[in-house]
């Protein structure tokens, strides 16, 4: 358990996000976009993308799966897939977003897969980077919701992309490293003026009770440093199947539906859809008012 003093060791010379876009407009957010960060590599963010997509799929959802870790997509190498496009005909002008999606029938969800180890994705101008996010806003309208699996880390696109989900999900281990960077991701991000849609997503916990004191290191720091207080949006306890289904790339859900893993998915998924249909209904209340 890492202690409290730990995760305040953030990157303090890290530069935020300016409260816009940098290419001067104004900072959009999709009702059904829901980001999915991590602060280090290694905390099981893809295989809990994936899985939180077959769970809201499984509830009867419309679902998308946007591969954002540019320049390391992985989705399809979890679940064994060789997509014939992606995201990298589209930066290259061969294809628009929506002619790149692929129906993942094992899922019952759609995938937009990325090009892993191609530098100039990662390396995305700003300005680039925002029509693909317009793109991406265009695409969702025909989705109940969307799921942005961001690159680990707190860098300039991951942040770009977060910025435009109602939700971010941030994913931490109870390991002083991973505590410490999604501190720094929460940081950052507020004095952006965006982490008020962060909510926190304990995995491999080893149980209920080890999972919260996780949280509440994490909450400690946010509140006593920041003033905030990102709400537990679930947690996922170490389950061994996990380990098993991703090297047989197979979804969990699918292959051990009644792991504890599993369990814990569904029941986050069930929590977003309450969320996500709420801010739509107050989106509708305010526009009509």
């Known amino acids: ?29 999709a009702k059904n976009i829901l980001a999915v960060a991590s602060g280090k590599g290694g905390v099981g963010k893809t295989w809990f993308s994936i899985t939180l997509s077959h769970a809201l799929a499984q509830e009867g959802k419309r679902v998308l799966l ?12 979890q679940l064994g897939l060789m997509p014939k496009r992606d995201l990298n005909d589209v930066i290259r002008g061969r294809l628009a977003l929506d002619k790149v999606i692929q129906r993942y029938d094992e899922g019952g969800f759609d995938i937009i897969a ?5 530098a100039s994705l ?31 880390g707190v860098e300039r696109n991951v942040r ?44 491999q916990a080893a149980n209920t ?19 905030l207080s990102p709400p537990l949006i679930g947690m996922i306890r170490h389950d061994s199947q996990v380990k ?3 090297r047989r790339q197979t979804p969990i859900l699918k292959r051990s539906p009644n792991a504890d893993a599993a369990e814990d998915v569904r029941a986050i998924a069930k929590k977003v859809i309450v969320e996500i249909e709420t801010l739509k209904k107050n989106a509708k209340a305010a526009a009509s008012a």
């Open 114 to 118: 990325g090009r892993s180890g191609q």
């Open 209 to 227: 009770t080890e999972g919260q004191k996780t949280y509440k290191t994490l909450l400690k720091a946010c509140e006593n440093f920041l003033r």
């Open 122 to 152: 990662a390396a995305l101008p700003s300005q680039r980077l925002a029509l693909l996010r317009d793109q991406l806003f265009e695409v969702s309208s025909q989705y109940d919701i969307v799921i942005i699996d961001l690159g680990a």
């Open 66 to 77: 946007f591969d954002g870790d540019l320049g390391l997509a992985n989705i399809d190498v």
């Open 1 to 29: 358990m890492a202690d409290n003093s730990s995760v305040t060791q953030s990157r303090d010379d890290m530069t935020p996000t300016p409260k816009s876009t940098q290419t001067g407009a104004p900072i959009r957010r």
């Open 160 to 203: 770009m992309l977060a910025a435009s989900a109602a939700r971010t999900l941030l994913v931490a281990l109870d390991e002083p490293t991973s505590l410490t960077d999604a501190y720094a991701f929460i940081k950052l991000g507020n004095a952006a003026g965006q982490s008020k849609n962060v909510g926190i997503v304990i995995n």
């Open 244 to 246: 098993d289904a991703i």
